[in-house]
């Protein structure tokens, strides 16, 4: 068996179907997790998440990258990109997602670096993203980028959950 090839490469509209399956797998995987539901029920996309993956290909202000093992997209990575108080840009990963059994191959790692790369050719001069109490996975991918937690969110359901 040969080697498996990741690539990364920008969404176009036509990757449209493949985009919102992914977020649909990334959305099924996210209420599983703990803090999963608050995300979900802050997400102004709520209602059609899916939907708002596409749209991030025509926002002018987002990177909407696809990973790929040999031609075939396996995940995604959003980053959007905003002017903060200063007049500094910040970058924010808003979402990467690849599918469990292309895990642990490259794909996410090819993802983000992508990403950095376009953050910094865009001028910003910092990137942050979320990670989920628990998921130590996702933490310990961040940390394996050079980004640190700078804060955490605390929640609580006042309804007696």
Same mark, same amino acid.
């Given at each position: 068996?040969?080697?498996? @090839? @990741? ?7 036509? /990757? !449209?179907?493949?985009? !919102? %399956? &992914? *977020? *649909?797998? *990334? !959305? +099924?995987? &996210? %209420? /599983? ?6 995300? @979900? ?6 209602? /059609?998440? !899916? +939907? ?6 025509? /926002?002018?202000?987002? #990177?909407?990258? &696809? ?10 990575? &959003? ?7 200063? =007049? ?6 808003? @979402? ?7 895990? %642990?191959?490259?794909?996410?790692? +090819? ?11 865009? =001028? +910003?001069? *910092? ?10 996975? #996702?933490?310990?991918?961040?940390? %394996? ?17």
């Amino acid at each position: 068996m040969g080697l498996m @090839e @990741e690539s990364v490469r920008v969404a176009e509209l036509a /990757d !449209r179907d493949i985009l !919102r %399956s &992914l *977020a *649909a797998e *990334a !959305r +099924a995987e &996210l %209420s /599983d997790k703990k803090g999963g539901d608050v995300v @979900e029920r802050l997400d102004p996309h709520r209602a /059609d998440s !899916r +939907a708002g993956i596409v749209n991030a290909v025509e /926002d002018p202000d987002a #990177t909407l990258l &696809l990973g790929d093992i040999d031609g075939t997209p396996v995940g995604y990575g &959003l980053m959007t990109l905003r002017t903060v108080v200063d =007049g500094s840009y910040h970058a924010t990963v808003e @979402e990467i997602f690849v599918l469990p059994e292309a895990r %642990s191959v490259g794909v996410g790692e +090819a993802i983000i670096e992508a990403l950095l790369d376009d953050a910094r050719e865009r =001028g +910003a001069v *910092a990137v942050q993203s979320m990670a989920l109490p628990g998921d130590r996975a #996702t933490k310990n991918f961040f940390e %394996s980028q050079g980004m640190v937690a700078r804060s955490i969110l605390v929640h609580r359901w006042l309804d007696g959950r």
